[in-house]
């Protein structure tokens, strides 16, 4: 089974950064693709960034392009979300995601069997 260790949240101001990272550990991430979501209060879950483990591509959802950088670290098994810029709108909870195609660069949370805790990030105006 693949676990997924997530963390890296937390309380920030707008404009300001974190960075989210995912921790495989007890699978290869260059053998899956690993997405992250997020959830806000009284909202349906969302796909922000995906990175496929054949060949790193990355993709974002158009709400996070520009501000937002999904990266893959092969040494430390970890999948790495740099989010720069807040926003408030970017309170949620957020997921990481792996799936077992490693070519998946979608945002269907049916495609990915395996999931992390989610860690909170709060951005305040």
């Known amino acids: 089974d693949v676990q997924l260790q997530a963390s890296g949240g937390g309380l920030v101001q707008a404009g300001g950064s974190l960075r989210l990272s995912c921790e495989a550990l007890?699978?290869?991430?260059?053998?899956?693709?690993v997405a992250w979501f997020r959830q806000a209060p009284g909202k349906e879950r969302e796909g922000v960034s995906v990175i496929t483990g054949s060949d790193g591509t990355a993709w974002y959802a158009d709400f996070v392009k520009g501000r937002f950088t999904i990266s893959s670290d092969s040494a430390k098994n970890t999948v790495y979300l740099q989010m720069n810029n807040l926003e408030p709108e970017d309170t949620a909870v957020y997921y990481c995601a792996a799936s077992g195609d490693s070519d998946y660069s979608g945002f269907d949370y049916n495609e990915y069997e395996y999931w992390g805790q989610g860690t909170l990030v709060t951005v305040s105006s």
């Open positions: 007890e699978f290869r991430l260059n053998r899956v693709a």
